[in-house]
């Protein structure tokens, strides 16, 4: 159960770190898929991709300190 509290809490703390350091912009660089010409002005405008990828960084992030940290 500590472990489950400790990936929640860091997942959360380094998803937030990684949208409060790196602007929005860069985020959303890594996904093309809604920056052509015939995408639809509702998705050129969505922050839900880079909040997606930001939080899943910070979850690999956290489950890799838990695993050297706690594994060990």
């Known amino acids: 159960m ?3 509290f400790s990936l929640v809490l860091m997942t ?3 998803g937030l770190l990684i949208l409060a350091v790196f602007p929005e912009k860069y ?3 890594i ?3 809604n920056h052509h010409k015939n995408a639809p ?3 050129k ?3 839900a991709t880079p909040i997606f990828f930001s939080f899943l ?5 956290a489950a ?3 695993y050297f940290f706690v594994g060990f």
């Open 41 to 43: 002005e509702y998705l």
């Open 31 to 33: 996904s093309h898929f």
């Open 64 to 66: 890799t300190m838990l």
């Open 45 to 47: 405008f969505s922050l």
């Open 57 to 61: 960084i910070g979850y690999t992030i």
């Open 12 to 14: 959360v703390f380094y």
């Open 27 to 29: 985020l959303r660089k």
């Open 2 to 4: 500590e472990t489950f």
